[in-house]
């Protein structure tokens, strides 16, 4: 089940990668930038369409990305048939994604455009780089290479998927007492899945003789479902569902009814031990019939009740229990079909009672969820005003006091037509309102903190009952984006209005008027004498008017980013299917974590961070965390955690954190397969501490697979994820600890409409870095009490500017993977809130260009990206 902001967000980003590869196809892939977009192009559909449940969409894509492998590697040139056969699997996948899109249809990938893709793929049909001079004389033939050991392993899977389709129904004899010929065709095809590398598969295959009857059902859910993940590697059809739709007609219902009417009773008993065994065993049968609806409620109940002893699980029980009971003893009642007929789902959020209506529209899922727990453990909701917060202490004092008295804010909003601007939070607290009130009061008494404190159903003190039921205006997504370029504009005329206001010679001027009535004779003196008066009293004028404009301007501001931000559980929703899909073609078991999915940030930082998260959850799940084998031997338990969550980061900052729980990074295999891929030298390698380690990582073309599969080894993935955050005006970090798992963290802005930047001078041109990567401003005369300083790099010659004698002053930057970098300027100008612009792919596409903005006077500035203009 695919919910909708999933597919729009797919409908959006893969229409735009397949126009970017048909325009740079058309224009002939003369470059390695050109193979490196077309490269990220194709490997974002794969994992688009992947998590989508495209397979067909996925394959094509895939055999794509083995072709723009060869060329990155210089083995190949994309021209001739290579191009056209690219062209064609466009024209594939457009008509792939029109099938996902309009009627969640997954459209199998052509056979005969697969084996044209391979053939390309295999070398056969590839032209190399024309030669520089005169081709050599020929040389003896030489026996033919054998083809790459991923395409084997490629071509093996699709002979076990094809054989598998022709035999998997006839196995369904082995759940109804047994057969011979069924035994036989189970040890054959697991002989075939071991040699072609399926391990899982094979496992699977290889028990089911050893059984018989209902006991083999579990067992062959488990084939069923291996069955599929080969389906989605393949592109082609392995049989699940022909055995799946056998196995029904063997087996009918299976007992399942009686099992989920057991189940039921568990989900309201003590011992979720035995609610997890019974919900695992009775989804592995409802998988080997093929009854999808049962198997998704039933994973839900092992999911949830495995993991009860965690705070949001506990919560999601609390909030879902009867409901998920309820859906149960209808299948124990009505049998399976009961399932089919309900429309709600199990995962639906439950909203809590009594929440208004100005808040319910910010809560989001997640909030929900944590109010309707609240609401079942007895809990109380508040509405809470807050006071003037206008230090870090006092903002301090606040979060103490609501942690002391068990408090957790679920939602907040801006009080509307408040000046200056008032914050409102939604609270769930001590059930016991009169103490959650004098506990306020007694550390507040003045209400500095906290100006109203009120339990819902009431209103706050002094403001009117909001009334039942508001009043909801929809506006089409281009309307919204109209309104807020021309709020951008009017932003853009009051920031020049304000600067103009500001300079210094314009608020000098009647001053200046003034002096120069002493070289006049008296009468012209005190007509400028008048005049200079009139000056300064129109300036003051000028002066409050911007400061009021600047203000109104404020609040302007914080009313666009309602419309311009968005909650993260619209991204963070996609990313358990897509962790999930990759653990299970690997053989590993995940579980997924969610948290601050109800911190809110700009939407256009939501389209730039969908990719890069997608990439950081996959790499956790494909590199970080270990088999379940391998977990068990350390002592750990065998479904690994990979934990997504969001927070905010003082005021305008906002950490997007991923972390597993795997082996962690070796450092030492860093270093070996960075050599043998030639991305350092042996020397420098060594030389590399855990962190100049960990930031090989990023570099592009490194990985530490020797082997490429479905979703590594191709040495994409963190440099992508590091050039998104830079362009976004954040930064990402990672930490590691063996054998306890790795961390990364993405620190972004609130808003991409807005930087704060260091306005500089370079060749007389103004320019801008970001504040957030400025650890300090040196000038020259103050160079030897400002400690060991990096090498120094001129901002002139980094951009082919003539270098002036003496710098006006150095910056020291903050560079990725904590590095610093020295950075000389010809003039240090002031720090400004920049407006952002969209930056043009030509200007995009250069190293150290982060993005360019407006000045208050309207003139354009680029903004500087240190790592791009100082390389490591």
Known sequence: MIDDDLRDHFAAESEEHLDTIETLLAAGVADRAAIDSLFRAFHSLKGMSGALGGAGMMAVAHRCEDILGLARQGRAAIAGEAADALVAAVDTMRRQRAGLVGENCDIPAPAALLARLGAVADGTAVAAPPPAAAPPPAPAPQPAAAPPAATQAARHFAVLAEVSAKVAMKLAPLAAGGSHEATTLATELAALARAAGAGRVAATLGALPGRAGPAALPAFGDLCRGLAALSALTGQDAGAAALQQALAETAGQAGLPARVGTLAELVDGPDPAACVAAAREAARIAAAIGEAPLEDLLLTVEDLWDRLAEPDAAA??????????????????????????????PTAPVAAPGIPPDFAATLGPEGAERAAAA?????????ARLGHLATVEREAALIEWLTAQGAEALASRLLPGSDPPVLELLLAGPADARAFEASRAAIDPSGTLVAALTPLGAAPAGEP???????????????????????????????????????????????RIASLTRDLPPGRAAEAAALADRVSATMQEVQGTADRLTIALRRLNEAMMELRVTPLAALFGRMPRIARAVAEAAGKEIEVELAGG??????GLIEILADPLQHLVRNAVDHGVEPPAQRSAAGKVPRARLRIAAERHGADRVRVTVADDGAGIDTEAVRRAAVARGVVGGAEAARLDETGVHRLLFRPGFSTKDRVSATSGRGVGLDVVEDAVHRAGGSVTVSSRPGAGTEFVLDLPLSAAMAPVLLVEAGGHPYALPVARVEAVLHTGTLGSAGELPPVVSLEAALGLPVPGEPGGILLLRGAGGRRIGLSVGRVSRRVDLLLRPLHPTLAALPGVGGVGVLGTGEPVVVLEPDGLVPA
């Open 465 to 511: 009952a909001t009334p039942a039921a508001g009043g909801t205006l929809r506006l089409r997504q281009e309307t919204v984006d109209g309104i807020i370029a021309l709020e951008a504009e009017v932003r853009a005329a009051g920031l020049s209005l304000a600067d103009v206001a500001g300079r210094s010679e314009v608020r000098g001027l009647a001053t």
């Open 375 to 383: 609401v079942a453990s007895g809990r109380g909701l508040y509405r």
């Open 598 to 603: 109800e911190v809110s940030i700009d939407r």
């Open 316 to 345: 999601a029980v609390t909030a879902r229990r009867a409901l998920i009971a309820g859906r149960l003893r209808a299948v124990a009642t009505g049998g399976l079909a009961a399932l089919r007929t309900q429309a709600e789902e």
